[in-house]
């Protein structure tokens, strides 16, 4: 049992709704002792997701009660205290995962949303495994991908799309990736054949492709991904997007982690993503680091300069 005394620490929020370079300011916050089965997490490394963006730009509700609005939907780090009856002690190092407030010296958070980190998967890693790692899953298990398939990934270099193309020439399938082409030979090396997006997609893929394409698995959310994925043939059952959230009418399967189905494919993914990012089988790419300080400069980077691989933030 560590102390029970609530603690004031500092973490980034909103102070407004808008760009992320002006209006994230940091907030000293009250960390309340943990309750039963909760943890008080003293955070190494938050994961910087494009969802944080949006949510300080106002893009899930601009309420003005809602501020100063905490980010940051994970975290690694090493727990500090413990409620009664949690399966945790003081001194394990864990993933949080959805976090609530990660971009923060400290955090509490709830059993349920606390994982084991292995000692040799770096904390900056783990904070940047387990939001795209378990939307990847999702896309690759509503696709029902198998070695039979042939897949284009839309996104491919992206956070998800990395992990996507990975989970998919896991199964055996053939993948077809997009990405600029300074990120063709990551993907390469990933086992995908890598393809420019842009204009005349739809033939570079299918040459790309030699035979059928079966399969689409968007991360961008744009409508050339969509209208490609389309031309090729794909049925629209077999296109799951992540972010084409405008195209639900051409039949196309979007998930958000909101239905019963998407959430235990989500939850189900976790232990073999930490397991697989831990022995190297798994390739996680962290971009680059801020100190915690500069999160809105690293969310208004992530929104424009396509990084390769996660933004991290050290507090
Ligand atoms: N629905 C869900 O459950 C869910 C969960 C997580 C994320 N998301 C959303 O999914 C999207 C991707 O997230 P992420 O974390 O993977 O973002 P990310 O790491 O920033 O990756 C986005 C990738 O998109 C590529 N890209 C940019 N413009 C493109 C275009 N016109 N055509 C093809 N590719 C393009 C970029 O690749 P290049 O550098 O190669 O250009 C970039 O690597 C975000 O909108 C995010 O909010 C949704």
Redesign the pocket.
Known sequence: MGTDEPRTVRAMAATSYGDPARVIAPVDVAVPAPGPDEVTVTVRAAGV???DG?IVRGQFGDDPAALPRRIGSEAAGVVSAVGDGSRFAVGDEVIVYRAIGGYAQALLADDETVFRKPAALPFPTAAGLL??GV?AA?LVETAAVTDADTVVV????????AIAVQLAVRRGARVIA???Q??HEYLAGLGAVPVV??DGLTERLHQAARGPVTAALD????D??IDASLALGVAPERIVS??AFGRGGDGII????STPQ?KRHRAEAIPGLIADATSGELTVEVAKTFPLEQAGQALAE?AGA?????FVLLP
Not at 154 to 161: K, L
Not at 219 to 222: A, I, P, S
Not at 306 to 310: L, S, Y
């Open positions: 997701n494009p969802i949006k939001l795209t939307t999702d839309h996104g491919g270099a992206g956070g998800v799309g997009t990405a600029a300074r990120n997006y842009g991360t961008v959310g744009t050339e991904a992540i972010a979007l998930v958000d982690g998407s992530l396509h990084p390769r691989g996660k």
